[in-house]
């Protein structure tokens, strides 16, 4: 008669206090394969599946096997940004932020979408590892889309869009992407309607599980004029806009707000967010939403401060939600911009948040440590640190917006779209 293989339980190997020995836990740790492992780590954040190198070697190697990308979280490959030069038109680029960055096998350039004959593509939005593009046939045409991913290089062109409605300025259109990689079989794209003063009316939502696009009102009375900047939290679409209303003295009043739209159109509501001065972005970064915006009083005061100094002081203001649904917002941080670059020789730009680390990213053009630099530059504010670093030069010719890229190594929901 064969022995019986022994079988421990869980329970069987805790302590009376529920706590495994260090040797306890290698023992059930070496009994789950490495599919499980891998299935495992895949539901953890990235700074948890980071940590879980240092088990073993063996786990090491396993994470950072290319076939496990596929499941494994990712976290912030670089900043993906356009060039406009008179000779090339469009072309797109990414600046590289992490080490995994160097050898990510990835074409910003978009050169994989060449077979469709089109030029240019402009890179309009970007979320959770994929891209959306637009083009035009040619002048006469309507704008076209493609999404598509620069890792796996699978890309799907979407159908004409519905016509705009009466009213609406074609010229000032607001296009948004939303993927979700907890439901990674589809996305939706949205086009947002605005009147010809700036006025929010609906949108058009093209969906790539129906491959068709539909129509929605906005539901909202107020006016809400739509900023670029936009992200996915609890299956809603959420983007920063200015909304007028009537105050008690029938007097008009600008608020700053979240717009949250869902996937198919119906549920809409605002978020008010706290009022700055211009330079609005927003961003999901260690399990909560971020907004950084510049202060519209400085918010630090510092012994070497004259009046001319705070005149042109300005606070660099970081917010994050701490209860979503009571939309109770906290100051997470902020710091003197205008402290270390000068603001009065210095264009800058606010581009977003690490998704894992207590970093934000801004881009400066002009004097940086000393140095006069004609081009851009990626900088990096450490917030634990209250240290400004500088990540790279860009390309020459480089402009707005820089979107923060976590890249995606499946190819869902694109690997079955229209065969590319």
Known sequence: MEEEEEVISGKELLRPDNSLSKAEAAAAASRLTD???????????????????????SWRDLIAHPAHRKKLPQTLAGVLYITITRAAGFRNHLAGVSADAEG???????????????????????CNGLLL????????SRVRFVVCNPVTRTWTELPPGPQPRPNVCGSHRQFHLAFDPAVPSHFHVFDFDRTDDMGLTGVSIYSSRTGAWSQRDTGLV???????????????????????????????????????????GKVWKTISIPRGKYGYTVGWSQGYLHYATISPVPLTVRDDDDEDSLRLAEDVAIWRLEDYDSQQW??????????????AEVEYQLVGFHPDRDIFFFVSKGLFDGDARDEASLLSWDMRRHQLSSVLDLEKCSVGPYRPYVPRFSSEPLAEADGH
Request: with cysteine; charged share 25%; proline share 5%.
């Open 222 to 264: 107020d006016s809400v004029v739509l900023e670029h900047h936009s992200v996915l939290v609890h299956s809603m679409l959420h983007v920063v806009g200015n909304q007028h209303r009537k105050n008690i003295n029938n007097t008009w009043k600008n608020n700053t707000v979240l717009m949250a739209v869902d996937m198919e």
């Open 330 to 343: 906290a100051l997470k941080h902020s710091f003197r911009i205008d402290k270390v670059l000068s603001v």
């Open 35 to 57: 599919d499980l492992i891998v299935e495992i780590l895949s539901r953890l954040p990235f700074r948890s599946v980071c940590r879980s190198k240092c088990v073993s070697k």
């Open 133 to 140: 593009c637009s083009y035009h046939p040619d002048a006469e």
């Open 104 to 126: 990510l096998d990835v074409d910003p350039s978009l050169a994989f979408l060449r077979p469709t004959e089109h030029r240019p593509f402009r890179l309009e939005k970007a």
